[in-house]
């Protein structure tokens, strides 16, 4: 299983990106896929997660700046991130589950090599 990340970039604060991940394998093989950020000296946290059933959930630092959405067809799965802040850089992974969602990185089995997003 491969999960692939891009779309990071270098932007000014209030400004968007949309973050796209390629999954090797159909969308529903996993139970749950979420993008996670890590940056230096903090821990991995969550941004988003979107469950098989198309449920969605958010961190409460995304404050509705974010949206997650799944593409079956193509196997990606994106990230609308609006508004962003210089706190948002950091770099961004896609990760995925046969397990149900979680906050928690390590639940989930596969995750991209991330792609980084640096908002000044």
């Known amino acids: 299983v491969q999960l692939v990340e891009s779309g990071g970039d270098s932007v000014q604060a209030g400004g968007s990106l949309r973050l796209s991940c390629q999954a090797s394998?159909?969308?529903?093989?996993?139970?749950?896929m979420g993008w996670f950020r890590q940056s230096p000296g903090k821990g991995r946290e969550g941004d988003a997660r979107?469950?098989?059933?198309?449920?969605?959930k958010y961190g409460d630092f995304v404050d509705g700046r974010f949206m997650i959405s799944v593409d079956k067809a193509k196997n990606f799965v994106y990230l609308q991130m609006n508004n962003l802040k210089p706190e948002d850089t950091a770099m961004y992974y896609c990760?995925?589950?046969?397990?149900?969602?979680?906050?928690?990185?390590?639940?989930?089995?596969?995750r991209g090599q991330g792609t980084q997003v640096t908002v000044s």
């Open positions: 979107i469950s098989s059933d198309g449920s969605t």
């Open positions: 394998e159909n969308r529903d093989k996993y139970a749950c």
């Open positions: 990760a995925a589950t046969g397990g149900p969602c979680s906050w928690l990185g390590t639940d989930y089995a596969f």
